[in-house]
């Protein structure tokens, strides 16, 4: 990785080539006595630039960033010793997408500066109401100086171009918070309970919080030098050195746990994770660890860091990289060894470990190892989980909810909307929403989408169908099914657990939970697979009752989920009913609507 400031700190971004494919080990690391080692990890993907950071999404699929090999343009820049040179830049440093076979797309190219001694391009990667975003390059030098774009940055991945949300380095111009020099080098970064990004940035020793949506910049906690062996003439010749902040992450309490890398010459036990609390206190949470580049809670609840490596006055030790699981104080266990300069980890929710490798090293010499059930994920999460089989996966739901919500044509007020799925036994499998943030769309809604498809489950069989539509007039007073909702009571608690910045993801609280509840009015479909299974239901909410009902027709339709088998529309299907319905109308909500949505079986025919 790429760290700050002193001489003797930064390190060569090329590494070893990774071997051959090794076999699995199906055990957790709880089965193991002592830790796992670094060679009974399998080869996932190999080829990148000094991969400096890994992130496992809500999907499943991982993603990696590395560093790059600079470039063919020369670019004036600042040496480590701190005089000017001409380094070489290019958009050589990469974000990459693993599939499950192992195949690398390079979703996205980063600008890489090359300065004789080491590569500076992309550092980490996070994921905010599905907009990927990452921190990119340094900015070093005088205040005067502008970084080149995109460097000293926090950039978001937009339909595969990258677009600046904010630039650390003109925050580091402008206030820096720690005045040794004028440096910032955005590192980690993760989401905040508040919505917000976080960046640890090892350049200006500082935890900064960045809105998304506007680019600001604000400074949490500066993080104050750590007793070190050489005098540094920029910090009054005291013996000190830089904490150099290299990750954050985040525990339910809303306090904020970063970890230092520490400045050269890295003695061992000089490195340690502090404990920022919301009111910017910063606190040691962990002490007696070494050169840290990550940190992440493992699906079983601990926190897991990454040991970069070990050095000795010959210079660093081979292999002596390490997961480590981090207990608080100076209690800490290895989990992995003998790693080849590790930077970071994620795991997915089965608890397997994804960790870069070869940090540093040849050309092309970076790879990402798994190491299977290394925080397996306790006992109260153990459960399968919902079988969602034949039901949309969360990004193909998105993508479906976006693609008929921008196309427009669905009457009502053109609001964004919230979509959910359940299976046949009332388990949430998806939730999501139209617009770029949760805020965008009613946030009641997100409960009713899920309440509606739990509706058009519950009251359709194999052979006949029946929407939240249809319902309508057979509930009201006095009607044959009169006091339905009473049976089918809403699942309050499911409904307003967890996190508000998890809704609409693919961890939603309510996803594998049984909502409940029975909405009679208009949004709510079953969901027949093409051999004519029922695997679930939709619910859509977010617009009047009648648009939520053609936006849901539409995505169920480019779902391909439509094949319903009868239903008491006069068109033999589901559709909603305005007037003439023997029962089963629906009130009108506008004429356009009333037109759409007559039209339904027209224009998107049951089944085609």
């Known amino acids: 990785m790429h760290a700050k400031k002193t001489q003797g700190k930064k390190l060569l971004i090329v590494g070893l080539i990774l071997g051959l494919l090794l076999m699995i080990t199906a055990a957790s690391v709880s089965a193991h006595e002592g830790p796992m080692s670094g060679d009974s990890g399998v080869l996932v993907a190999e080829g990148f630039n000094a991969p400096q950071g890994i992130l496992v999404d809500e999907e499943g699929a991982v993603w990696v960033i590395d560093s790059g090999l600079g470039g063919d343009d020369e670019l004036p820049w600042i040496s480590t010793e701190g005089q000017p040179i001409t380094a070489t830049s290019g958009d050589s440093a990469t974000i990459s997408r693993i599939d499950s076979e192992g195949n690398v797309e390079v979703v996205a190219n980063l600008p890489s500066v090359f300065t004789g001694d080491e590569a500076i391009g992309g550092a980490r990667l996070a994921m905010l109401d599905g907009v990927l975003y990452a921190t990119s390059g340094q900015g070093i030098g005088s205040p005067d100086v502008e970084a080149p774009a995109n460097m000293g940055a926090v950039v978001a991945i937009v339909d595969g171009e990258v677009v600046q949300v904010a630039s650390t380095w003109d925050f580091e111009r402008e206030n820096n918070p720690d005045p040794a020099l004028f440096d910032s080098h955005p590192y980690g970064i993760t989401t905040g309970p508040d919505g917000m990004l976080y960046v640890t940035d090892a350049g200006a020793n500082a935890l900064l919080r960045i809105d998304p949506a506007t680019g600001e910049v604000e400074l949490v906690a500066v993080f104050e030098a750590i007793p070190g062996v050489f005098p540094r003439p920029e910090r009054g010749g005291e013996m000190l050195t830089d904490p150099v902040p290299t990750a954050v992450v985040f525990d339910g309490d809303g306090n904020a746990y970063v970890s230092y890398l520490s400045g050269a010459p890295f003695i061992p036990g000089s490195a340690k994770v502090v404990m920022v609390s919301p009111d910017g206190e910063v606190s040691d949470y962990a002490t007696g660890l070494t050169m840290l580049t990550d940190l992440r809670w493992g699906p079983d609840g601990s926190l897991y860091g990454v040991q970069f490596g070990m050095f000795t006055e010959e210079g660093p030790v081979p292999n ?67 079988d969602c089989s034949g039901l949309p996966s969360h990004e193909d739901l998105t993508a479906a909810l976006k693609a008929v919500v921008s196309e427009g044509g669905n009457s009502g007020f053109g609001f964004n909307m919230w979509a959910s799925t359940v299976n046949r036994d009332g388990e949430v499998c998806a939730i999501t929403f139209s617009g770029e943030h949760r805020g965008d769309q009613f946030p009641g809604s997100r409960a009713i989408s899920a309440a509606k498809a739990n509706t058009a489950n519950s009251f359709s069989l194999p052979g006949f169908a029946l929407s939240s539509a249809n319902l309508f007039s057979a509930t009201q007073p006095g009607a044959s099914l009169f006091g339905l909702a009473d049976g089918n009571p809403l699942n309050v608690q499911a409904v307003y657990a967890g996190h508000g910045e998890e809704f609409g993801t693919a961890h939603d609280p309510l996803v594998g939970q049984r909502v409940g509840g029975t909405i009679s009015f208009a949004g709510g479909l079953a969901l027949y697979d093409a051999d004519g299974v029922l695997v679930g239901a939709l619910g859509l909410s977010g617009d009047s009752a009648c648009t939520d009902h053609i936006i849901a027709w539409k995505v169920r339709d480019a779902l391909g989920l439509d094949n319903v088998p009868a239903g008491v529309s006069p068109t033999g299907d589901d559709n909603i009913v305005y007037g003439g319905g023997a029962g089963w109308d629906h009130p009108e909500c506008d004429a356009d609507a009333t037109e759409i949505g007559n039209a339904l079986p027209t224009d998107y025919p049951i089944g085609e």
């Not at 390490?322 to 800490?332: S, T």
């Not at 992995?336 to 089965?350: I, R, Y």
């Open 320 to 386: 002596s990289g390490a997961v480590l699981h981090i207990k608080g104080g100076e209690d800490f266990d290895v989990a992995v060894e003998g790693l080849a300069f590790p930077t970071s980890l994620d795991f997915n929710a089965g608890g397997d470990a994804y960790v870069t490798v070869n940090g540093v090293g040849a050309p092309g010499s970076g790879a990402v190892m798994m190491f299977a059930g290394l925080a397996p994920a306790m006992m109260d999460d153990m459960h399968m989980g919902p």
